[in-house]
């Protein structure tokens, strides 16, 4: 049965109209909570491709983790405009030079490499973004496995995609064939609970997990 009072989460419309309104929200988790498990596999030279990225910090969090190259891109024009602006206030309000973080409009889920600057990435992150995808998906998960593969394709060889959900059971399937010889697929590496503290939580209440997946592009062999 259909809900009818369900968010809307999968729909652009949705996001926009949101946009309108919301200044800053972040999804699930922090920098802060996912940084130990993350910074292990970076290297400071790292281009970093923040996909879904709304109004989120994260990019500015992690600028001042000592990673300067984050490309964040979003569907929505407006947030996007929005995020623009807030990098030039944090300019001259914090006198830091944040002209290697950069914001695209581009959809996610459609040709994402021809939005972007880069062909591909070393690491890519997103934040609850495939979970607004599976919203309104079929039983076969076709969002879903279209965003892996979209993802896949802008993602270097051996490179890692960590994905924040709140389900415990999500699944990172595609494959592409870059050419006969070649082809990739996800491999999740970790999958790792993240117990979160809710402001309202009462004494006694049970514990609260979202879920950092650490996924690797791989040749098939």
């Not at 999740?188 to 009462?202: A, G, H, M, S």
């Amino acid at each position: 049965m259909t809900n009818l009072n369900a968010v809307p989460f999968h729909e652009k419309s949705y996001w926009e109209d949101r946009f309108k309104r919301e200044k800053h929200f972040e999804w699930l988790l922090t920098w802060n909570n996912i940084k130990s498990e993350i910074i292990p596999f970076l290297n400071v030279s790292d281009e970093i491709l923040h996909v879904g990225c709304g109004n989120s910090t994260l990019a500015f969090d992690i600028f001042e983790s000592g990673y300067r190259n984050i490309t964040n891109v979003d569907y929505a024009e407006n947030v996007i405009s929005y995020m623009k602006s807030v990098t030039q206030k944090r300019e001259i309000e914090a006198k830091i030079n944040y002209s290697s973080i950069s914001w695209y409009k581009g959809d996610c889920l459609y040709h994402l490499q021809s939005y972007l600057p880069k062909k591909v990435y070393p690491v890519v992150i997103d934040k609850s973004l495939i979970d607004t995808i599976a919203c309104g998906d079929d039983d076969n998960q076709s969002r879903v496995k279209r965003l892996a593969a979209e993802i896949l394709s802008v993602t270097e060889t051996d490179g890692h995609w960590f994905s924040v959900s709140f389900s415990s059971e999500r699944e990172y399937h595609c494959q592409m064939n870059a050419d006969t010889n070649n082809v990739y697929h996800w491999k999740t590496k970790r999958k790792i609970p993240i117990q979160v503290t809710q402001l309202n939580d009462k004494p006694g209440a049970p514990p609260i997990y979202y879920y950092l997946y650490i996924n690797q592009k791989i040749k098939v062999t």
